[in-house]
Nanobody
Framework: QLQASGGGLVQPGGSLRLSCAAS????????MGWYRQAPGKQRELVAT???????NYADSVKGRFTISGDNAKKTVYLQMNSLKPGDTAVYYC??????????WGQGTQVTVSS
């Protein structure tokens, strides 16, 4: 199971850190990451991290967002800097198990507005 947290309201240019806490070692997953869905838009991939620590980002967030993992805390983080109104969305964490099963956390709302 995955538990997402850390969303909120922030002004443009501000920062937030999202957390995705897993019920077991994050190394038990092939990869973990974050999707987001804005009103009226399709869900889009934001960032991923593999068991080996390889990261990948959507072009729209490169240089602003950083995904990382802490296995001791069984948590994956998404550090979001220089936030823009276009980043407003519900953010979902997900994980793919070694067997190929998808796991999803509940969404956390991020609102970027002045």
């Amino acid at each position: 199971q995955l538990q997402a947290s850390g969303g909120g309201l922030v002004q443009p240019g501000g920062s937030l850190r999202l957390s995705c806490a897993a019920s077991r070692s994050i190394f038990s997953f092939n990869n973990m990451g974050w999707y987001r869905q804005a009103p009226g838009k399709q869900r889009e991939l934001v960032a991923t991290i593999t068991r080996g620590g390889v990261t990948n980002y959507a072009d729209s967030v490169k240089g602003r967002f950083t995904i990382s993992g802490d296995n001791a805390k069984k948590t994956v983080y998404l550090q979001m800097n220089s936030l823009k109104p276009g980043d407003t969305a519900v953010y979902y964490c997900y994980a793919v198990s070694m067997g190929g099963d998808d796991h999803w956390g509940q969404g956390t709302q991020v609102t970027v507005s002045s």
